[in-house]
């Protein structure tokens, strides 16, 4: 199930030049190949384990929508919730053992936090609640940035914001019932 799910789920052409993207912002401008190999990787395994808990999250939405799918179509979905919260506990020790400033746990707590939140409170699809799920990309930055984004605030801050924007455009431009899309005249 878990193959499947990662197959159907987490294409390996999307997500790894995007977790390469974050890592390279992260770095602020200082690159150096085994920096950018342990800062995608860490990317990756955020982005593993925010697509899950998204895609739980959905689960119930996704019955009439996208029935085709592994997480809909199972009849358990145990192994999915055992490995999303194991990936949230590799990605808070990654953040602890990584990072001595502690900004990298603070911002991962508070991503944690406010997306719990709307998982549970949400009603529907509104521009916030879409802006708010998109924002995790950012936070994955300063994440795997960590206490690089004391050091180089601006710079960091400025292409984290950069990579909103242009995530937030692939949303409008990629979904065709995304409340931003809409709001800009939509596709369809």
């Not at 997500?15 to 190949?33: C, K, S, T």
Request: glycine share 6%; aromatic share 8%; with cysteine.
């Amino acid at each position: 199930m878990i193959g499947a799910y990662l197959k159907e789920r987490f294409a390996p052409v999307v997500f790894v030049p995007l977790a390469v993207a974050i890592a390279l912002i992260a770095a602020g401008g200082r690159y150096g190949i085994a920096m950018i190999v342990t800062d995608a990787l860490a990317a990756l395994l955020l982005l593993a384990e925010l697509r899950l808990w998204d895609d739980l999250a959905d689960r119930h939405t996704d019955r009439s929508i996208h029935p085709d799918r592994v997480v809909v179509q199972s009849r358990t979905i145990r192994p999915l919730v055992l490995l999303c919260a194991a990936l949230a506990i590799v990605n808070l020790g990654w953040s602890v053992v990584r990072d001595g400033s502690s900004i990298s746990v603070a911002v991962l707590i508070v991503m944690h936090a406010a997306l719990g939140t709307w998982y549970v409170r949400r009603e529907g699809r509104t521009f916030a609640g879409d802006q708010l799920l998109l924002a995790k990309y950012p936070a994955f930055v300063f994440i795997v940035a960590g206490a690089r984004l004391a050091e180089m605030p601006v710079t960091i801050t400025l292409l984290a914001a950069a990579l909103y924007v242009a995530v937030s455009a692939y949303e409008a431009w990629h979904d065709p019932v995304s409340p931003l899309g809409f709001l800009l005249g939509g596709r369809s």
